[in-house]
């Protein structure tokens, strides 16, 4: 291949993108239009009052050149994905200008347009030609695909007889076999377990060292830092930093987001039998903060109302790391038994301690679920908080010096160590 | 090196024909998806492009043909319905499965980019398969009854192109709007129903009488007319209504094919 180093393959110049959300509900159906139509006119004169605009994306401008692997990073709704589908033309700006160099090929998922009823072979020519390949290019390289995947035996088998991991081996092989110049790729495609996501991580540095360009948009730090040389921090849809991954990966880990949730509530309803009213944390030092040190304890509170006497009722809290795995599920009975016997309406509070020094620097999701036993019912399942570990202020000393450590939880265990012998 | 140029749309869209040239290859996997898929876990398989037509004739035979004694240009009412409903059953399909494609293929418009109207014009391309198969009974009843087709036989492929054309206009105009309005699909379900009445499909032009004007209005009527004609020698429709049918055509795709431009920017965030 010949191209120079100092080549611009991404230039984006004060991209925006605005979406407009209507305080009405929108009308899609002529129903909806029929039988609201007495609203119409209000509409229609109040637009300007009742329908606001987001701006998912403003005045975004960054340069991207050949062969480098750049991370977008940012949390959830900060705008990476928006520019991903901006980039990948599924999209288009608001405002600005952007130019793309090259044959580009985007990963928004694995296995885009896979049919279950299509054998392993013909979707691998499917999702090959969805993702820009020519049937020429696919031939050539389908037996390194199967091969990738290990599937040879399936390859003549409707994929909806696949197990969940062959299918999705299968999918990342074809991707895995792009011969594209230029790669957008976004998070999801490191779904799967460790083992698999090892893989994709180790295909996509491969990529980027034989000279492809790259973009990888995350939100999981450790991801970026992998794979990528510099990084765009992205949040509330503008970049706030942009540089060497080391010093803007700190940046992210350690910026505390005042505004995101802090607090979950939902209105009081009591035509539901049960019915979550609220989840916050309550910590004694960081009031309305959602960013804890790593050997502090964080207190969950669950507030919830039961609007009719029943038996077999039970809060349960799960914990999802950032990469989308459960890091562990509590539930409310778990140690107390007689929370299952028959509850009276009320209004009552629940809380959970999770203790300090025990879960990885990193950030974390908490999903609330009320649901009731045999049979199984679920009243609400919310993804309610997101909460961020980050280093001891004074001390670094669970940081490995080329980041954290690995793993979800990071437990102070007690090793015993003796000499032997000379 | 190409370069892509990505900035917001505006004014009137442009309608890149080259840039779907270019996605060709993406198109015939599409197609090939669709034709594969189509009959896949069924027990008769692709009987079902024969079944179709062949339950509407007899059906139709029995009420039309022998109950009601509607006149059939002086041939075999079975096989004088069964030429109109061949061409008539790729029609409507062609249209349905048009107008559902774009919302049906969300997950590809959503993650991939690629020339959108290639969604509802691949979609009208798998019933010709069906309309090959149930061609063949068509033969069979030719046999049967002793027709030799008529050197017009030769205009088949152009018949079947406005037909397509046609069906991929009005697909461009119902696919897109789909999007922003579900009960688009529902709505073309009533339409299509109705609309096979409003055709000499099961009734020749002929019985028409004064009223014809009104019937040769609608565009598939010269085409129908003609499909029967080429082989069953039914008198052929005066060009000037071929030529309306195909500027009705025409009209209808290039018309369609500019609303889906303009929409197709709002699919992904729509659908």
């Known amino acids: ?422 | 090196m190409e370069t892509i140029i990505i900035k917001p749309q505006k004014g009137l869209a442009s309608l890149n024909l080259l840039e779907i040239i270019k996605y060709r290859e993406l198109f015939l996997s599409l197609v090939l998806r669709d034709i594969k898929v189509r009959y896949k876990q069924t027990i008769v398989g692709s009987l079902w492009a024969i079944i179709q037509p062949l339950t509407a004739m007899v059906l139709f035979s029995f009420f039309f043909g022998k109950i009601a004694k509607i006149p059939s240009d002086g041939i075999p009412y079975p096989i004088f319905s069964y030429a109109g409903l061949l061409l008539w059953t790729y029609f409507s399909g062609a249209v349905n499965m048009a107008s559902g494609s774009v919302a049906s293929n969300a997950g590809l418009i959503t993650k991939v980019y690629f020339p959108r109207p290639i969604i509802p014009i691949a979609a009208t391309m798998v019933g010709l398969i069906d309309y090959a198969i149930a061609l063949i009974i068509l033969i069979g009843m030719m046999i049967f009854y002793k027709f030799t087709p008529t050197i017009n036989i030769i205009f088949l492929p152009i018949l079947l192109f406005f037909t397509w054309l046609l069906s991929a206009g009005i697909g461009f105009w119902f696919s897109a709007t789909n999007v922003l309005y579900r009960d688009i699909k529902i709505l073309l379900g009533f339409i299509m129903q109705l609309w096979i009445y409003a055709t000499p499909v099961i009734y020749p032009l002929s019985v028409a009488g004064n009223f014809k004007w009104i019937v040769v209005l609608n565009p598939m009527t010269g085409i129908i007319e003609s499909h029967r004609s080429i082989f069953l020698n039914t008198p052929m429709p005066d060009l000037g209504i071929l030529i309306y049918s195909a500027l009705f055509a025409i009209v209808v795709f290039i018309t369609g094919l500019f609303y889906f431009k303009s929409i197709e920017r709002r699919f992904a965030d729509e659908i």
Request: glycine share 6%; aromatic share 8%.
């Open chain 1, 1 to 422: 291949m010949k191209f120079n180093m100092t080549d611009t393959v991404i230039q984006a110049e004060h991209v925006s993108k605005k979406y407009v959300i209507s305080h009405y509900e929108k009308l899609t159906t002529f129903s909806d239009v029929l039988s609201n139509i007495s609203s119409i006119p209000k509409r229609i004169i109040s637009k300007n009052q009742n329908s606001e605009d987001f701006w998912a994306l403003k005045d975004v401008s960054f340069e991207v050149k050949q062969g480098e692997a750049i991370g977008v990073i940012g949390r959830n709704g900060s705008g990476k994905s928006t520019l991903l589908k901006i980039l990948s033309r599924i999209t288009e700006p608001t405002q600005g200008i952007i130019k793309l160099k090259g044959r580009v090929t985007s990963l928004l998922e694995v296995g885009t347009g896979f049919n279950g009823e299509l054998t392993g072979r013909e979707n691998v020519f499917l999702n090959g030609s969805i993702l820009g390949m020519t049937k020429k290019e696919i031939n050539k390289r389908f037996d390194e695909i199967v091969d990738f995947a290990g599937v040879e035996k399936f390859i003549d088998t409707p994929v909806k007889r696949y197990s969940s991991g062959m299918y999705v081996r299968l999918a990342f092989a074809v991707a895995a076999h792009l011969e594209s110049e230029l790669l957008l790729v976004d998070e999801v495609l490191a779904v799967g377990d460790a083992q698999f996501q090892k893989k994709c991580l180790d295909v996509m540095n491969n990529l980027a060292k034989s000279g492809r360009t790259l973009l990888f948009v995350s939100h999981n730090a450790n991801a970026v830092s992998q794979l990528c040389s510099k990084v765009i921090y992205l949040q509330d849809g503008s970049i706030v930093a942009q540089g060497k991954t080391q010093k803007i990966i700190n940046d992210y880990l350690s910026y505390s987001t005042t505004k995101s949730t802090t607090l979950f509530t939902q209105t009081e309803n009591k035509s539901k039998e049960v019915n979550l009213r609220k989840v916050y944390l309550d910590d004694s030092q960081n009031k309305d903060k959602n960013l804890f040190d790593y050997n502090q304890a964080i207190t969950v509170n669950i507030e919830y109302e039961i609007n009719k006497e029943m038996e077999n009722v039970n809060v349960w809290i799960g914990l999802q790391a950032s990469d989308g795995n459960m890091v562990f599920t509590t539930v409310d009975c778990d140690l107390k038994p007689n929370l299952l016997q028959n509850r009276s309406i009320g209004y009552y509070k629940t809380h959970l301690s999770l203790p300090g020094k025990f879960l990885n620097i990193g950030d974390y999701l908490i999903i609330v679920g009320i649901v009731k036993n045999d049979p199984l019912k679920v009243f609400d399942r919310v993804e309610a908080l997101q909460i961020t570990i980050k280093p001891e202020s004074n001390s670094e000393h669970i940081v490995f010096k080329d980041g954290p450590r690995k793993g979800y939880v990071q437990p102070l265990l007690n090793w015993s160590t003796e000499k032997l012998y000379e």
